[in-house]
């Protein structure tokens, strides 16, 4: 059975950074890009970035770009999500998710596995 399973979230506030970790099992990890979203309270989950299989080729979204930092160790199955200059609007639970796909998307509905979240609070 696959599963992702995210920990490192927490209540923070505005400023502060957090480093979240997603790890893999069930899976040939390293076949997988692995990419991470979040869902604000009263909003649709969203996309915040991804990583290849490889570790290489990184991408965020707009809004979190240059504050993130997605990376990933194949050997431990995990992939991480270093958030720094955090600010309330990051308020959401983070989950992380794997996808077959060689390139970047966006789209929730390319990604095969799922973990059930870890919440990110960002006070003012």
């Known amino acids: 059975q696959v599963q992702l399973v995210e920990s490192g979230g927490g209540l923070v506030q505005a400023g502060d950074s957090l480093r979240l970790s997603c790890a893999a099992s069930?899976?040939?990890?390293?076949?997988?890009?692995m990419g991470w979203f979040r869902q604000a309270p009263g909003k649709e989950r969203e996309f915040v970035g991804d990583?290849?299989?490889?570790?290489?080729?990184?991408y965020y979204i707009d809004s979190v770009k240059g504050r993130f930092t997605i990376s990933r160790d194949n050997a431990k199955n995990t992939v991480y999500l270093e958030m720094n200059r955090l600010k309330p609007e990051d308020t959401g639970v983070y989950s992380c998710a794997a996808t077959r796909y060689r390139y970047s998307t966006t789209f929730q509905y390319n990604y095969d596995y799922w973990g059930q979240g870890t919440q990110v609070t960002v006070s003012s």
């Open positions: 990583i290849s299989q490889s570790g290489g080729e990184p």
């Open positions: 069930g899976l040939t990890f390293s076949g997988y890009r």
